[in-house]
């Protein structure tokens, strides 16, 4: 079955400066990738996702990138501010509505002032 | 507006006696699923629902039962907990299952002592 590995597993980087999260998964499949935001205490939140059929989406300072022949995909996050201080999550699952969504381990970004 | 419930918040109890989170939404999603948060290990599926009567196994169901009587309704059931289901549980639901948002209930902190 489809299997997602999520590096790195904490991340420090200083305000203002790039963040870069990677995920690999296992199933040449899969199709949509999304990501969540878990601010501590809180829930998880859909922040960006992506579909196989284009290779980058950007959203303000968030963008994803998606390689389909190395089968990994990347969130980087520029212009870090402290209130991008949260656990990320990505996921992989395949387009057919009834497949599962499998999670990666998440990743705790520090933003240090 | 649109939401998650979920009930209790917190949970503090004692091993074997049976306990009962609900969950409920508001958004007419025929999808829901559960979900246990460890650290380390990410958001691990521990039953899903694709629709009134339907249930089915997630990735971590030992332990657990679950039913799925109406659409709005998901209670997640533990007929005899043991320490190692001390948790954050969170519950899920969204239009379908995986190539969409996954809206999260707030969460219920579960000790097992």
């Known amino acids: 079955g489809e299997n997602v590995e999520q590096h790195p597993s904490t991340l420090s980087v200083q305000e203002g400066d790039s963040a870069v999260i990677k995920c690999t998964y296992s199933?040449?499949?899969?199709?949509?990738f999304p990501w969540y935001k878990q601010e501590l205490g809180k829930r998880p939140q859909l922040i960006i996702d992506?579909?196989?059929n284009v290779g980058e989406k950007k959203d303000q300072r968030i963008a994803v990138t998606l390689n389909k022949t190395a089968k990994h995909f990347s969130l980087h996050i520029t212009e870090t501010q402290p209130e991008d201080s949260a656990v990320y999550f990505c996921?992989?699952?395949?387009?057919?509505?009834?497949?599962?969504?499998?999670w990666g381990a998440g990743t705790k970004l520090i933003i240090k002032p | 507006e649109a939401q998650v419930t979920q009930n209790p918040r917190y949970l503090i109890t004692v091993t074997g006696k049976k306990l009962t989170v609900t969950c409920s939404q508001n958004?007419?999603?025929?999808?829901m699923s559960w979900y246990r948060q460890d650290p380390g290990l990410g958001l691990r599926q521990i039953y899903y629902?694709?629709?009134?009567?339907?249930?089915d196994k997630g990735d971590v169901p030992e332990g657990y039962k679950v039913s799925r009587k109406e659409k709005r309704n998901f209670p997640l059931i533990l007929e005899s907990p043991s320490p190692n289901q001390t948790s954050l549980y969170f519950c899920?639901?969204?239009?379908?299952?995986?190539?969409?948002?996954?809206?999260f209930g707030p969460g219920t902190r579960l000790t097992v002592t």
């Open positions: 899920a639901s969204s239009t379908g299952q995986g190539a969409y948002e996954q809206y």
């Open positions: 958004m007419n999603h025929e999808y």
């Open positions: 629902s694709m629709n009134v009567e339907v249930t």
């Open positions: 199933d040449s499949a899969s199709n949509y």
């Open positions: 992506i579909r196989s």
């Open positions: 996921a992989a699952s395949r387009w057919d509505s009834n497949y599962q969504l499998i």
